[in-house]
């Protein structure tokens, strides 16, 4: 399984922005999706944005589209999610997923599809 570290959550007002990281172990190769998750106390974890290696295409769902945009540095094998104009319903934990090579995943993203997990980052949106 592919290993995933995230960072870069933090305390941030509303309107603000964060940039979110996720370092993969081993190769791009290794999975053909990776993405963002979030889930918010008392919620259900909602899948936020990925990208798909095999179509080069980023998603996005409704609730984050024109403000969160994710990005990619093969060379680092590193994930970015850059968050703007952050509103309080954005507070949750953050976690990056990827799907493995040869496994079937569907928009919108669901956790089953996703075999390796992050930890997590807090992400706060408060004044």
């Known amino acids: 399984q592919v290993q995933l570290v995230e960072s870069g959550g933090g305390l941030v007002q509303p309107g603000g922005s964060l940039r979110l990281s996720c370092a993969a172990s081993?190769?791009?190769?290794?999975?053909?999706?990776i993405g963002w998750f979030r889930q918010a106390p008392g919620k259900e974890r909602e899948g936020i944005s990925c990208y798909s290696r095999v179509e080069d295409r980023a998603y996005y769902a409704d609730s984050v589209a024109g403000r969160f945009t994710i990005s990619r540095d093969n060379a680092e094998n590193t994930v970015y999610l850059q968050m703007n104009s952050l509103k309080p319903e954005d507070t949750a934990v953050y976690y990056c997923?990827?799907?493995?090579?040869?496994?079937?995943?569907?928009?919108?993203?669901?956790?089953?599809?996703?075999?390796?997990w992050g930890q997590g980052t807090q992400v706060t949106v408060s004044s």
């Open positions: 997923a990827t799907v493995a090579t040869g496994s079937a995943w569907w928009w919108p993203m669901r956790a089953a599809d996703f075999a390796s």
């Open positions: 081993g190769s791009p190769l290794d999975y053909s999706v």
